[in-house]
């Protein structure tokens, strides 16, 4: 995971960590396509100046009739040591 200062404030680790979660109306996701939107996600990070510094998990969730899909990406902006 990332190795951080205790003494580092907390609205600076926040930034490190983009959350992102989509709602679809088909409960219906494949292995495949879990795959491809993770690869698109990192593409994603890379067009808005981020890079990922960590694992990508992407997990889907059924709700009734809903898919929610929860992405956890560890990110850095460009340049940033």
Do not use: H, W
Not at 31 to 51: H, M, N, P, S, V
């Amino acid at each position: 995971m990332f190795n951080r200062d205790k003494d580092e404030p907390t609205a600076m680790t926040a930034d490190d960590r983009l959350s992102l979660v989509l709602s679809y109306q088909r409960s219906d996701i494949n292995e495949q396509k879990l795959k491809e939107f993770r690869a698109r996600l990192i593409e994603l990070c890379d067009d808005f100046g981020y890079d990922v510094v960590g694992q990508v998990v992407v997990v889907p969730q059924s709700k009734e009739r809903t898919t929610i899909i929860n992405a956890s990406i560890p990110v850095k902006l460009k340049g940033q040591v």
